[in-house]
Structures are given as structure tokens and as C-alpha cells.
């Protein structure tokens, strides 16, 4: 509060303690005059119930004055008066009071002005949405985006911006991850949602166009896709002849070796395009093919055959339940489920058990593959399952790893709704958790079975 607004206010104050003992004291004046007056005619009771009802009939039509003024002030703002008293300190009140709220409400409004301003500037769309998801305000570049419209104020967002993807995000209220969506206006248009919860209920919502960023991705991937396939061709001619030559018997010892190394080096090359392309695949093929049932536990003695192909001295231990079947591709579950089993043959040591179980909660089915090899280092944990990062670079060389195998189950359990946990301690083993929501899960009762 501003120091004249203070000195205002107390001498405010000061009149209404002034005014009031004003007021008492033409009161009990008049009350005493007209009270000696009454006793020495005999009518004290009479006088005195005169000065009390003269007094309420004054009081009231006071008071009804006030209230005339105050509707007034409520249109126009405070007017002139003609108020004395008690009753003008009441008045110079309101107008302290309706100039303290001008001044707030003229500052509240500069600022309003001046963020609107602001995000007016910007190329990103701003969205407000009040209590009742209502669209309250957007700026500008929103409305290019979405092709708002003045009387589009006051609707619900989901009647406005009518893209499924976006109805189902903003309805599930979980908004820790943005959404991508194309928009409805432009093919070639892709926006990226972010939803920020604020106050009692409202929604601050941020788009950006991120067309561009999603036609790098693209070029990328495409990249990868068709240079692996490129690749394929004169990668099977070399292991081919290399082939050829090892079977001649006039061989030199230092040529045998040679040729032998080459055929490592193609035989690996060979399964990193694999991986390559198998990883382009799973980014841009459709989501919703191969959904199918699939018997997980039938699936893991599968995978656990091949292993026991590349080592047998490792213990394979199955919990899965043999009722348990899910909705999905089985040959992307069999890649993951392979991917993460024989990574643990190939980085415990022989006699290593490897189990594979599974657990469930409300919302997800959680397959696990634990071992109780080394572990991994916290540290690396949250680059696993990044492409080509390796833990230890000369040991996943040594046993053949492309670095690719991870990067797979993920995007393996993305196409699935579900993500990849990991779990790990230096010298407790490592578990890795496949969780997949439970609606595919077809007869959740197998669980309790199990």
C-alpha cells in the first residue's frame, strides 16, 4: 500500500472515530433533553419512545440513501453525495475501497495484457482451458494451427479439436510424455502436445510444430533401412566366395587364417544389418498388424532351445504359467524375449541360471529375465537401450553383440504399449522387465493359476 493510501486511510480513521462520537453524543444529547423534558410533564415513558421511534425512522432513511448511492456507484462508479457524519465516513470508505480495487484491477490487467502480448509473438500455440476443459483463450499462432474461431470460446477442446489420439491423451490425464499428432488441417503437418496442469483444474496447453524434425527422423530412418539393404547384397557375395576359398585344400596356414577372420568379420557385419533391419522395421511399420494370440510360456521354451544351441552349461528356468497367453506379434515378442536371454548367456559366466517369470499389478503384466551374473553399473542403466552404446566395448566385441539388441526390445514393447525396466546391482545379476499392459493379456485368470 502506497503511502498516501495509508495516510488516507488513517485519517479515515480518525473521522470515523470523530464522526461516531459525534453521533453518541447528539444521541444521548437529545435522548436527556427530551428525557427531562417527558419527567417534568409526567410522559417520561412517551418522550423517550418519541426520540427512539424518530430516531429509527431518521436511521432508516439514511440508510436507504446509502444504499440508493451505493447502486448508483455500482453502474457509474462513486458519484457526489450529500452525506454527513457517521454516514459520509461510511461513503469516503467505499471510495477508498472501490480506488484501491481500480488500481488492482487496472495493474491486473496491465499484466494480462503484456503476457498475451507476449505469447501472441510466439510461434508456438497457447491454449487455455478453464475448470471444465472449456477453451478460454489462444493466441495467435493456435489459432493457425487448429483454425479457431471467436465462438469456438467457451466450447469443450475435445469438440473442437476432434483427433483420437489427442481426445484419448487428454481424457487418460497423464500428461508426463508430449503427444505427437498430424494435424487435421495439414497433411503434411505434425504437432507435438504438451499439457500443463495449473491452478483449480485449468490446463495450459503448448503446441509445436515439429514437422521438420519429423522428416529428419524419416530421412534417417531411411537411410538406415536402405543402406542395410544395400549392404545385404555384396555382404553375401564376399561371405560366399570367403567360403569357397577356406573349403580349398591348398590353403597356406597364414591364408587359412586370413580367410578365416574374414568370414567373422562378414558373418558379423551380416547379423548388424540384420539388426538394422530389423529395428527400421519396427519403427515404421503399422503398429496394429500381427496382433495375434500368443502362448508365452510355449514362446520362452522356444528361445530358451536356442540358447541352450549357443551354451548349455547355464540352468533355464521357466515360470511362466502355461495358460498364459497374450495379444500380440510373436515374432516381435520372440525377438525381444530372444534379444534379452541371449544376452544374459552371452554376459554371465557358464553355470549362470537364467529364470524368466512373470508378476502383474492393476495395469501391466511384468515378464521377467533375471540372471545372476556381474550386473551392470547404475550409471549405465538409463543408456542401455540406446543404439550401439556399449558398457564395455572390448567384451561385447569379443562375444559378438551388435548394440543393437536392446534398442529392439524396447521399440518391440512400445509397438506393444509397454515399456522396458531394468534393474541392476554389480555383483547381484541384472533383471530385465517386459511390461505389457493387462488388457492384452487374454485370460487374466491363468495369472492366479500360475
Known sequence: MSDPDKALLNQTESKLRKGLKIELRWFFAVVILVGVAGFTIGHLRDALLLVFGCYL????????????????????GPGDHEFNGIWEEIVEDI?????????????????????????AALSDGVILLDTRARLDWWNVAATAMFGFKPIDRGN??????????????????????????????????????????????EHLLVVREVSRLIKLEQMRRDFVANVSHELRTPLTVIRGYVETLLDSPALSTAMSRALMQMQAQTM????????????????????????????????????????????DNHLYENKIPEELDLLGSEKELRSALSNLIVNAVKY????S?????????????????????????????????????????????????????????????????????IRSQPGKGTTFTCCIPMERVIDQEALNVG
Not at 63 to 70: F, K
Not at 271 to 291: W, Y
Open 156 to 201: 469443450h477442446i475435445n469438440n473442437i479439436v476432434r483427433n483420437p489420439d489427442f481426445q484419448k491423451y487428454f481424457e487418460r490425464g497423464d500428461f508426463s510424455e508430449p503427444l505427437d499428432v498430424e494435424s487435421s488441417r495439414r497433411e503434411d503437418q505434425h504437432l507435438q502436445v504438451e499439457i500443463h496442469p495449473f491452478g483449480q483444474g
Open 348 to 351: 554371465t559366466p557358464e553355470t
Open 268 to 311: 558379423r557385419m551380416t547379423t548388424l544389418i540384420n539388426d538394422l533391419i530389423t529395428l527400421s522395421k519396427l519403427e515404421t511399420d503399422n503398429r496394429n498388424t500381427g496382433v495375434e494370440p500368443v502362448h508365452l510360456n510355449a514362446l520362452v521354451n522356444s528361445v530358451f532351445n536356442d540358447a541352450r544351441a549357443l551354451n
Open 95 to 119: 471510495k477508498l475501497m472501490h480506488g484501491r480495487y481500480e488500481k488492482d484491477r487496472h495493474r491486473l490487467q496491465a499484466v494480462v495484457n503484456r503476457v498475451q502480448e507476449m505469447t
Open 57 to 76: 425512522f431518521w436511521f432508516f432513511h439514511r440508510l436507504y440513501a446509502l444504499e440508493s448511492w451505493v447502486s448508483e456507484a455500482r453502474k457509474g
Open 353 to 421: 541360471t537364467i529364470r524368466v517369470f512373470c508378476e502383474h499389478n492393476r495395469e501391466y503384466l511384468q515378464i521377467h529375465v533375471a540372471d545372476n551374473g556381474p550386473g551392470i553399473d547404475p550409471k549405465h542403466i538409463p543408456r542401455l537401450t540406446e543404439r550401439f552404446y556399449r558398457v564395455d566395448a572390448g567384451r561385447s566385441s569379443a562375444v559378438g553383440g551388435t548394440g543393437l539388441g536392446l534398442a529392439i526390445v524396447k521399440h518391440v514393447l512400445l509397438r506393444h504399449d509397454g515399456y522396458l525396466n
